[in-house]
T-cell receptor, first 111, second 111 residues
Framework: DQQVKQNSPSLSVQEGRISILNCDYT??????FLWYKKYPAEGPTFLIS?????DKNEDGRFTVFLNKSAKHLSLHIVPSQPGDSAVYFC??????????FGSGTKLNVKP | DVKVTQSSRYLVKRTGEKVFLECVQD?????MFWYRQDPGLGLRLIYF???????EKGDIPEGYSVSREKKERFSLILESASTNQTSMYLC??????????FGQGTRLTVV
């Protein structure tokens, strides 16, 4: 049973608009949440993270929101750029040193 | 910069062959991971290791084994390759509760 879920396999957004990628999790014991970005034929690269004690973390155009009561996090990209087109994975980390990943959302930013 | 290097980008092996996938990291990280990525399933954890000679099963360990004789090297072994092990294999390393750094991936095809 997947502990981290990304229910949208793909998302298409116009350049300059906001992209919102969503992620749900089932285990309230996760300590840390992360977003990774993956281009074809490359390994995932770290994008942004948030500790379970916070509800928002911002880094430039990227903001991650955490709603613990709903067990939900989201990644906002504003403004979206064509270079943001990639697969985005949500991940959760627990104190047993394990990362759990979602199935990914493929973002397409149209020029 | 952290570097995680996987020995091969592409591999083609025959059914029944023993396959070794090698991964080396250069940042003295304690934790190392092997994932496989399949369409619609995201990254699934095969095995991970939090110290030399220590290993823990992930979510899909069947048909795989691992070896960690040195801190910087984590090997994934397919004892008898099967066609359902055709996949993208990703190695990662991390230092405790921080982001994981990934290698570029190995695309394995079993024929």
């Amino acid at each position: 049973d997947q502990q981290v879920k990304q229910n949208s396999p793909s998302l298409s957004v116009q350049e300059g608009r906001i992209s919102i990628l969503n992620c749900d999790y089932t285990n309230s014991m996760f300590d840390y949440f992360l977003w990774y970005k993956k281009y074809p034929a490359e390994g995932p690269t770290f994008l942004i993270s948030i500790s379970s004690i916070k509800d928002k973390n911002e880094d430039g155009r990227f903001t991650v929101f955490l709603n613990k009561s709903a067990k939900h996090l989201s990644l906002h990209i504003v403004p979206s750029q064509p270079g943001d087109s990639a697969v985005y994975f949500c991940a959760a980390f627990n104190s047993f040193n394990k990362f759990y990943f979602g199935s990914g959302t493929k973002l397409n930013v149209k020029p | 910069d952290v570097k995680v290097t996987q020995s091969s980008r592409y591999l083609v092996k025959r059914t029944g062959e023993k396959v070794f996938l090698e991964c080396v990291q250069d940042m003295d990280h304690e934790n190392m991971f092997w994932y496989r990525q399949d369409p619609g399933l995201g990254l699934r954890l095969i095995y991970f290791s939090y110290d030399v000679k220590m290993k823990e099963k992930g979510d899909i360990p069947e048909g795989y084994s691992v070896s960690r004789e040195k801190k910087e090297r984590f090997s994934l072994i397919l004892e008898s390759a099967s066609t359902n092990q055709t996949s993208m294999y990703l190695c990662a390393s991390s230092l405790g509760l921080v982001e994981a750094f990934f290698g570029q991936g190995t695309r394995l095809t079993v024929v």
